[in-house]
């Protein structure tokens, strides 16, 4: 939590204004497969502007750090959307938008995954067929305030792997710093 001092700086932590900064700027890259597809251009439009919450839609999976499936993943696309998956930078995260993509829809098939948490890990399911505009602003409100509580610590124990080694290697050696 930033606080302000007595000599009107901010103090925080560079935690803090990591998790402030990444569920600011969310980058989805957009996977419309079915119905839900259209509610979701829907709320790409300019009535409900997602550009206010920081939302800005990639074409490329290299760029997005949000991977949002929207509407039925038949098992032929499933390969291909954990490739898209694995080429986005860490860190990510992924919201289904839908009954289909959540759970794989009203009637159960051999066709169709019984939801995207099968192959890829979800952060938010957005329930609904199809889920209206405020679902899928609701569902990115609620995926920024698990950003702000847990932060990306899906990433710290790789980070603390990587400081210790430095420690190891004689490279990396804390010092306290006087404010």
Known sequence: MAVLNSNGFVITTVDELLRWGR????????IGLACCAIEMMHTAASRFDLDRLGVIFRASPRQADVLI???????????MLKLIWEQ?????????????????GPFPTYATLQGMDRIIPVDVYIP???PHPQGLIYGILQLQKKIKEKGINKYDKAFGEF????????LFVPQEVEV
């Not at 499936?69 to 390969?79: D, E, F, R, S, Y």
């Not at 400081?163 to 004689?170: I, S, V």
């Open 163 to 170: 400081r210790e080694d430095l420690k190891r290697q004689g």
């Open 128 to 130: 609904g067929c199809p």
């Open 69 to 79: 499936v929207a509407g039925t993943v038949v098992n032929k696309v499933a390969p």
């Open 88 to 104: 986005m930078p860490d860190p990510k995260w992924c919201i289904t938008m839908g009954g289909c993509a959540s759970a794989g």
């Open 23 to 30: 569920r600011n700027a969310l980058w989805p890259v957009t």
